[in-house]
T-cell receptor, first 112, second 113 residues
């Protein structure tokens, strides 16, 4: 079955710390990969996406992610987090059609 | 340019009742997908509509049904509500293609009592 795993459910960081959130998916083939963010009280917003090409993709607000096909991974990174990055982050994968399979989410709290 | 809009934002229903949730997709999009997000979990795919037909379906019972109208808007219907149906219901719109992204609405918070 298609599945997406996010390694940490809760992460607490101090401002300026580096962030890496792990995401693995169950099997290969052609995939589209996404990271979505949900700020408190707001709707899901797209942070970044990978369709093909350069496996290092850059998104909004200084976030980037690296697609490693051999590891079925798509980890999210940010060199220096800000208090405003406090949110829940979801990794999502699309294998066929338009169906997105989401991970369980990682709640990030950044201490100021 | 309006994004994805959903109505109502909140809803309280009694067990056994039926509910209808509505979604208007982002301008230019032709595909609507519905997701259920229980507390503390990621969204779970319910089904997807394109050209007024259900194209894909997730692991949800037949109590969950939907419809897409010629203007691409969509409804999600849930019959015989159970307490476990309490969740945030998200609508996502996109183009019907592999290499596209989905845009999400604010969701409808359904509480079944």
């Amino acid at each position: 079955a298609q599945s997406v795993s996010q390694h940490n459910h809760h992460v607490i960081l101090s401002e300026a710390a580096s962030l890496e959130l792990g995401c693995n998916y169950s099997y290969g083939g052609t995939v589209n990969l996404f990271w979505y963010v949900q700020y408190p009280g707001q709707h899901l917003q797209l942070l970044l996406k990978y369709f093909s090409g350069d496996p290092l993709v850059k998104g909004i607000k200084g976030f980037e992610a690296e697609f490693i096909k051999s590891k079925f991974s798509f980890n999210l990174r940010k060199p220096s987090v800000q208090w405003s990055d406090t949110a829940e982050y979801f990794c999502a994968v699309k294998w066929d059609g338009n169906k997105l399979v989401f991970g369980a989410g990682t709640i990030l709290r950044v201490k100021s | 340019d309006a994004g994805v809009t959903q109505s109502p934002t909140h809803l309280i229903k009694t067990r056994g009742q039926q509910v209808t949730l509505r979604c208007s997709p982002k301008s230019g999009h032709d595909t609507v997908s519905w997701y259920q997000q229980a507390l503390g979990q990621g969204p779970q795919f319910i089904f997807q509509y394109y050209e007024e037909e259900e194209r894909q379906r997730g692991n949800f019972p037949d109590r969950f049904s939907g419809h897409q109208f010629p203007n691409y808007s969509s409804e999600l219907n849930v019959n015989a509500l159970l307490l476990g149906d309490s969740a945030l219901y998200l609508c996502a719109s996109s183009l019907f293609s592999l290499n596209t992204e989905a845009f999400f609405g604010q969701g409808t918070r359904l509480t079944v009592v």
